[in-house]
């Protein structure tokens, strides 16, 4: 586990916390791009919250919880869930997940999903090691991004 590391929810984010966070976006996905204004909104969007991992005070990882009333239930989705190169293999993006995981039990939602690529082998190992269990289904994406 880092030392010094803190999971929480973003309330507030630096200049120098928008620079971790645009370093951490090509660890992600090739095909993000950084919008300072766009990760901002998430400090007051309603029923969206970003999960920052830090290490001595300096972002590390993060992670989005979003969630939403539907017919069925309130349901989560997990999105972009990255943890930086440099620190990863040290128990972070398992926090960051058991937070996440924490937070959403907490809130009484009824459904916590994620996806990821086939190909992210030792991510799929951790979602599974936290609870998560493949489902029989296929996730279709409308829209320019294959990413």
Known sequence: ??????ISIAERLTQNDLQRIEALLPQLSSTA???????????????T????????????????LATAPLVT??????????????????????QLLETIIDEAQRRGLDKLDLTSRPSRESALRLYEAVGFVRRDTNVLRFGSHTD
């Open 1 to 6: 586990m880092a030392d010094g590391l803190s």
């Open 33 to 47: 791009r950084f919008d300072a204004a766009r990760v901002l909104s998430l400090l007051d969007a309603q029923n």
């Open 49 to 64: 919250d970003l999960f920052v991992a830090r290490a001595s005070g300096r972002i590390v990882g993060m992670a989005t």
């Open 73 to 94: 239930g309130w349901h989560g989705s997990i999105e972009d869930v990255v943890v930086d190169q440099g620190t990863r293999g040290q128990g972070i993006a398992r």
